[in-house]
């Protein structure tokens, strides 16, 4: 495995990590909102996977928009610097 699969593979895990903890982070800030008389053991179940699904989708998102930053970033590339300094870019 070359060590650009292995880069992408762990940006994909920790974006789906990082989008799977903040779908739990909204299902527990969606029950501690809700009085519990209002919530059937149903919906809560339900609603549970749907805030899971949804953080997946957005941990998918996130590493889609990682990698359309890092395949953007060849089109900006840092100024040389072996380049002297003058006085038009001060």
Do not use: W
């Not at 149903?42 to 953080?55: M, S």
Request: net charge negative; charged share 10%; aromatic share 12%.
């Amino acid at each position: 495995m070359s060590l650009r699969t292995l880069g992408l593979v762990l940006l994909l895990g920790a974006s789906e990590i990082l989008g799977l903890v903040l779908g739990q982070c909204f299902y527990s800030l969606f029950l501690k909102t809700l009085p519990p008389l209002a919530l059937s053991s149903f919906n809560q179940g339900t609603a549970h996977v749907a805030f899971i699904l949804y953080g997946a989708i957005a941990g998918l998102a996130i590493f889609a928009l990682a990698i359309s930053a890092a395949s953007f970033a060849r089109f900006f590339p840092a100024k040389p610097q072996d380049e002297p300094e003058t006085a038009d870019s001060l």
